[in-house]
């Protein structure tokens, strides 16, 4: 079934030349039609066979995204703009509604299908003769992760994938869990996307229901129950919701191939391949393992470019309360615009820029923003500036980096120097009914009750969901413990991945560590208390301390190794400034809570209070990983 359009030209056209659209509906396996915009330089593509640019989405293939923004100086680009500038570099542009969405046929279930409606669609692409038998998949966030999950079932005719912020390389290990806990991005996605489903836009009143839920009110009214959620008169966005927080164990449901790229990158064409990520994004650790993975398993090239920015907000300076500068946008700096550093990779990367290959050396493996080196002054904005700089390398972690341990003491310190002690350790108590409130870090999709970035965990307030008068720094909690270096001597440049290996034990059969990674700038005029900018954290669940399959309960005083690990970042430490780690046991509304009961969180009503002790001695000598430049060298001088 085949519809045509009139000719499809923007108001204000970004480039000259006609745009000719139309609709079409692309058979599944099922049966059912999911519908896609087909964009041409002519209304007979059928004369020109071209390569095939596609985007799968969510949120309506004719809509306009933020994170579709072409430069900081200009308006975000509508669709058909998009389309007009890739239809004049003699390409046929594909967007698509995913199964249930938009125009499209189906049940929307988040993930699990969009491997097989992928490789249908592309199929069906390359079979049709405007097609050359080349399509290249594009795409932000859910539209980057769907490109991951038609590689995963290994199609033919993937030619390329410039995957930006996304692709799951494992759903349980980023994206919807991180070290055993449920990520509840996943909550406040489904709320917000709930309200643009289609079940809403044919149901006024539904429409009403969904935009009236208090989302704060029902955080503070977790575990939610089918029937008593702020989904329950939409059955199909509560169910996949709920049995997303049930299945806690890596099983399964989380190697389905559209949520395990890891499982499946035999499969993977070999085929060129970008991934772009932002420090303060929730698929770093996707994106980094997807862009090792493929480079080392694969002939064709693959590409990694990271930025110090929020989830697709490439084009911006700053994250949260942090500005890195003019220097840090994509726009300006690795390319004129979004729309041409897109372009000229998929030139290159299909072998038509000017005769010369993907891999001819003129694009760095990696691009990378090292964080810091501004002057931690307050920029007129009213946000501190941390500064930074682009770097390239041919792989990561770079090239010039080698693991550091930093070991912790009990006397709050981070040194060098392994523990001596025959016993030291810090005890805290940790209620789930008083988590430690989220504040900036790798969060998108969060609104109203979280925000990514980076901000001054120093400086909690009225906008971070759980802070209370008189909002101390988070580190005053009897429940946080914070280490730090001594001032540090000379800069010190890290980049690479992050972890803490700690010694613990506790009194609840199972409970929660978190870390937080924060350069701890000194005081000035502007930030007399100074700035700790946080960098990147993570968390464990306690049961699946021997393995992610099989949880198993800790027992009470028993001393258990465990590894936390956070996301990859790059930061340059400067001259007077601090390295601290701050452990906990919750970071709420970022992860759900553990009730310490050993309960699973989506179904326990009961809570109890864990008294957890970190040990830092000489048989336990817990300590944070990190990769320095220099390695060992960088931190010469200190303790």
Not at 177 to 194: C, D, I, N, P
Not at 207 to 228: H, I, N, Q, Y
Not at 538 to 546: A, K, L, P, Q
Not at 589 to 603: C, L, M, S
Request: hydrophobic share 35%; aromatic share 10%; with cysteine.
């Amino acid at each position: 079934m085949t519809t045509y359009d009139t000719p499809a030209r923007s108001p204000e056209p970004l480039h000259r030349g006609a745009l000719w659209r139309r609709t079409v509906h692309i058979p599944m396996r099922d049966g059912v039609l999911l519908a896609a915009d087909v964009y041409s330089a002519s209304p007979e593509p059928e004369t020109t066979p071209l390569p095939v640019l596609l985007e799968r989405t969510p949120y309506g293939r004719r809509s306009r995204r933020a994170s579709d923004q072409d430069r900081s100086d200009a308006p975000v680009p509508q669709p058909q703009d998009i389309a007009r500038y890739f239809t004049d570099a003699r390409y046929h542009v594909v967007r698509q509604d995913c199964r249930g969405r938009g125009d499209s046929e189906g049940t929307f279930v988040k993930y699990l299908g969009e491997g097989a409606d992928g490789a249908d669609t592309i199929a069906w692409l390359t079979g049709q003769p405007w097609c050359d038998g080349r399509v290249a998949m594009t795409g932000v966030s859910y539209s980057a992760h769907v490109q991951a999950a038609a590689a995963a079932e290994g199609v033919a005719g993937l030619a390329a994938m410039f995957q930006d912020s996304g692709g799951l390389s494992s759903g349980y290990d980023a994206g919807m869990r991180m070290g055993g806990a449920f990520e509840l991005k996943q909550v406040t996605w489904a709320l917000r996307h709930a309200t643009n489903s289609p079940e809403a836009a044919a149901d006024v009143v539904l429409a009403k229901e969904l935009r009236r839920v208090d989302v704060a009110g029902w955080f503070g009214a977790m575990p939610w129950r089918p029937g008593c959620s702020p989904l329950r008169h939409l059955p199909a966005y509560e169910d996949f919701l709920l049995e997303q927080w049930r299945q806690d164990a890596f099983g399964d449901y989380y190697r389905n191939p559209a949520i395990y790229g890891r499982g499946f990158y035999e499969r993977f064409p070999d085929a060129p391949s970008l991934h772009m990520g932002s420090w303060y994004d929730p698929y770093v650790r996707s994106t980094i393992e997807n862009f090792t993975a493929l480079r080392e398993l694969k002939s064709a090239p693959a590409y990694l470019v990271m930025g110090p920015w929020t989830h697709g907000h490439r084009c911006e300076s700053y994250a949260g309360d942090v500005d890195f500068g003019p220097q840090s946008t994509l726009d300006g700096n690795l390319a004129p615009s979004y729309l041409e550093f897109r372009r000229r990779w998929f030139d290159r990367a299909l072998g038509r820029a000017d005769g010369g290959s993907p891999d001819d050396g003129e694009i760095p493996a990696v691009q990378y923003f090292l964080m810091g080196g501004g002057d931690g002054r307050r920029d007129a904005a009213g946000r501190m500036r941390h500064g930074g700089e682009w770097r390239t390398d041919t792989q990561w972690p770079p090239t010039s980096a080698g693991p550091v341990a930093l070991y912790l003491t009990a006397e709050g310190q981070i040194t060098t120097t392994p523990p001596k002690a025959a016993s030291a350790s810090v005890t805290y108590d940790f209620d789930p009914r008083n988590p430690v409130p989220t504040m900036g870090g790798q969060v998108t999709s969060g609104e109203p009750v979280m925000t990514g970035g980076a901000y001054d965990q120093n400086a909690p307030d009225a906008r971070v969901y759980g802070a209370r008068e008189p909002y101390l720094p988070l580190n005053s909690r009897p429940d946080v413990v914070s280490l730090t270096t001594p001032p540090l001597e000379r800069d010190v440049v890290l980049a690479g991945p992050v972890s803490a290996r700690l010694y613990i034990s506790s009194t609840a059969p199972d409970t929660d560590f978190t870390v937080k990674l924060v350069d701890v700038h000194p005081p000035n005029d502007d930030y007399p208390h100074g700035f700790a900018m946080l960098l990147t954290d993570g968390i464990v669940r306690c049961r699946f301390h021997r393995s992610n399959e099989r949880p198993e309960l800790l027992t009470p005083g028993e001393v258990y190794e465990i590894d936390v690990t956070a996301p990859d970042t790059a930061n340059r430490f400067a001259a007077g400034h601090r390295i601290r780690l701050d452990i906990s046991s919750s970071n709420f509304p970022r992860f759900d809570v553990n009730t310490n009961t050993g309960e699973p969180e989506a179904r326990a009503r009961r809570t109890a209070v864990a008294t957890n002790t970190v040990h830092m001695d000489a048989e336990h000598p817990s300590h944070l990983l990190v990769w320095l430049e220099g390695g060992a060298c960088a931190l010469a001088g200190t303790p």
